[in-house]
């Protein structure tokens, strides 16, 4: 079910740890741990040894830090504490609230052990250790020329490899990961803590101060913040959520210091960037500007309009609904902003002029040109093969992420179709293998699952589908009986409201009480999916595994080339890797005449709070406490306040957020949690003068559980 599982059930992407790869100059900020050497650290204001920070087999700082979901956090007291983001934080605020015990608007404080609660859909994840298996994946690809053939080796020999780690040790998790794309790969291994509950979150008027109005810019004045704690079995084994469970005991935990920082101050970031693009030919941004990032911003953009109609008058459904909201609404503001950035720089012609300037040297090096002498031609082929049929392609990889209930149909036909494949005598028993693992899927869809969401959005998906034309056609759809485009809602309505499946209680107690009962049962949405399903796998996907393997070779040599053209090894892009990156705090000047300093103080929080607008509302104790100048020890002195976020030129992506801020001492001054509208596009090119990113004080932290929410067990415990 290993297989089944990571291709149905979509768990999530692996986290990995840093590796040496001689990056003698480095063109971007995000440093893989053996490359700390070659980073200059000591020279930008480290006031700590390399080894404090990373020493292979001995404790270090990176001992303290963890995955948490798509987020990043760190341990910050020997019981298994973690401080990470509010929003990283926010599914399982929502998923614990109800209208009457409504702790993502009010908060949530754990005064004992005994109160602290699940955090559902959270796990913790820390990297126990690594391997570069590179030649093996290659190895076995050696004399493979077809592309398609090229990929599903290279997956299946990466998935051998990590299911015989993990036959040596049961205790890990193991994963290979592409470093570099068709030449670099890892085996990694992991510690899965599954125990995770919620210790303190603020206000959502204090961790989302500003909404999405504030999002992705500065000034802010966001306490994105939450606590949360690990737990393990008595025998320190992982375990599920069980009362008898621990506190787990980290190797390490990092040291809070509560006077902060000023401006120029060095500072770094440990944490897991998700993922950049930045050693990418000039079609992949074309790609990126012209078709995605429009795309997804506009589809998200609706999809939030539904949502929010939906929850308009009813509280219930207004919290079922608010993580997808949320996710939505950062997606699409950053994809904005990578819109608005990229044509700023025009780093579509720049990469142009590039690659025209690679390709010169490859038709001039007699030995280059022997090797390589057709690679800008054939990606340029590959990319103008996928502008072809760009419709279609981004329409598949939103379609089941846009309707719940299309999902759900997916999950069980490709359930249904897996239980065929087994022998007669195995069925019942592959059955109940793996149903538990099937139902936690679908628990997690239902969650935020609304018909009325459902209809709104297939009815504009269908309705986009069937103005596809040529290659970008879609049989299933243009097949339906439908033949005015004003039949498509009375169609998604039928679709959607008339299935069974909009009934999670017949779903779970009924259609899965056997494998009879889930074999014998079919409607119009599991056969329309069905249907889809087939579509891609016999006319799209082949096509698919084919440029994916070719883009596998292509992009290896592209690099191989370019490293070459440049004399310098590049730093991998990120991709969950725990990297390490540094700065200093700093303002910086988004247009002329303008200069944004890197501190914001409660003074401006209650500025923002008089416009009246509410994204802006605030607790009145905040006011009350600053009118009094109740400050205790963390006032920054040459302000007079409370320092709120701070900016700091340091490289960081998706995945950052909830990474520890430390000072030139390693000590947690602060918690990242953003970047600003003229960083977002970071993901394809970093620059120090524009580039910033966004932290909350660990001064305000402290002082809003001090003087606010009375959380003074948790400043105990973290030694303050």
Request: proline letters at 4%; hydrophobic letters at 40%; a negative charge.
């Amino acid at each position: 079910m290993r297989n089944f599982s990571k291709k149905i059930l979509s768990l999530s992407l692996s986290i990995i740890g840093g590796l040496h790869f001689s990056a003698t100059v480095p063109d971007e900020g995000m440093y893989p741990l053996s490359d700390l050497d070659r980073a200059g650290l000591k020279e930008a204001g480290l006031k700590i040894g390399l080894n404090a920070i990373y020493n292979p087999g001995q404790v270090g700082l990176v001992d303290a830090l963890v995955r948490v979901g798509g987020c990043t956090g760190s341990f910050v007291s020997e019981s298994g504490l973690i401080i990470t983001n509010h929003h990283c934080a926010f599914s399982a605020v929502q998923l614990a609230s109800t209208p009457e015990q409504d702790y993502l608007t009010h908060g949530f404080v754990a005064d004992s052990r005994e109160k602290e609660i699940e955090a559902q859909g959270l796990t913790i994840r820390i990297t126990v250790g690594y391997e570069d298996v590179s030649n093996q994946v290659l190895g076995a690809v050696a004399d493979i020329q077809d592309p398609a053939e090229r990929i599903r080796v290279i997956e299946q020999t990466g998935k051998s490899i990590a299911q015989a780690a993990m036959s040596a040790d049961p205790a890990i998790v193991a994963e290979v990961s592409e470093m570099f794309i068709g030449k670099r790969y890892v085996l990694f291994r992991y510690q899965t803590i599954e125990d995770v509950r919620l210790v303190y979150v603020p206000s959502q008027n204090i961790g989302e101060f500003g909404g999405e109005t504030d999002n992705w810019e500065w000034p802010r004045h966001t306490g994105d913040y939450a606590f949360l704690r690990a737990y393990v079995a008595p025998d320190g084994s992982s375990a599920a959520y069980a009362k008898q469970n621990v506190p787990y005991k980290p190797k390490k935990h990092l040291k809070i210091n509560p006077q902060g920082v000023d401006e120029e101050d060095f500072v770094f970031i440990l944490g897991y960037p998700g993922r950049t693009f930045r050693h990418r030919p000039a079609q992949y941004i074309e790609y990126q500007q012209r078709y995605l990032l429009p795309y997804v911003s506009e589809l998200n953009d609706f999809q939030n309009q539904q949502m929010h109609a939906a929850g308009a008058e009813d509280k219930a459904i207004e919290l079922q609904l608010a993580t997808r909201i949320k996710r939505n609404a950062n997606v699409m503001k950053n994809y904005r902003g990578k819109l608005k950035g990229l044509r700023n720089i025009n780093l579509l012609q720049t990469k142009r002029e590039e690659d025209a300037a690679l390709a010169a040297f490859i038709q001039n090096t007699p030995t280059l040109k022997n090797q390589y002498g057709t690679l800008m031609a054939d990606i340029e082929a590959l990319y103008q093969a996928v502008f072809t049929d760009v419709h279609r392609e981004m329409w598949l990889a939103h379609v089941y992420g846009s309707t719940s209930l299309l999902q759900v149909a997916h999950h069980l036909n490709s359930f249904k179709n897996a239980l065929q494949r087994q022998p007669a005598e195995s069925r019942q028993e592959f059955f109940l293998t793996n149903l538990p693992e099937l139902k936690a899927a679908l628990e997690r869809i239902y969650v935020s699952f609304n018909k009325e969401v459902d209809v709104n959005i297939l009815t504009k998906m269908l309705q986009d589908a069937r103005r596809f034309e040529g290659r970008n056609e879609l049989h299933t759809v243009a097949n339906l009986d439908i033949s005015e485009s004003q039949q498509v809602p009375a169609f998604a309505n039928d679709l959607i409201r008339n299935s069974k499946l909009t009934d999670k209680t017949f779903v779970f107690d009924q259609l899965l009480a056997s494998e009879s009962s889930l074999s014998a049962y079919t409607d119009k949405l599991m056969e329309f999916q069905a249907n889809l399903a087939h579509e891609i796998a016999t006319q799209i996907k082949p096509e698919q595994d084919r440029r994916e393997g070719s883009l596998n070779r292509l992009m290896g040599d592209y690099v191989n080339v370019k490293e070459q053209f440049l004399a310098r090894n590049f730093v991998p892009d990120a991709n969950a890797t725990l990297r390490l990156t540094y700065g200093h705090i700093r303002g910086y000047s988004p247009a002329d005449a303008t200069y944004m300093k890197p501190f914001t103080t409660i003074r401006g929080l209650i500025e923002k709070g008089a416009s009246g607008e509410p994204v802006y509302e605030y607790p009145t104790t905040i006011r009350e406490r600053w009118e009094a100048k109740d400050f205790g020890p963390y006032a920054k002195e040459d302000l007079d306040d409370v320092p709120v976020n701070i900016l700091y030129d340091m490289d960081t992506t998706g995945g950052n957020s909830g990474s520890p801020i430390m000072n030139a001492h390693g000590e947690l001054i602060g918690v990242n949690f953003d970047r600003t509208y003229d960083a977002t596009i970071n993901d394809f090119a970093w620059n120090q003068s524009y580039s910033r990113s966004i932290g909350v004080d660990i001064r305000y932290v402290l002082w809003v559980a001090d003087k606010i929410d009375g959380a003074h067990f948790l400043l105990k415990e973290i030694g303050i």
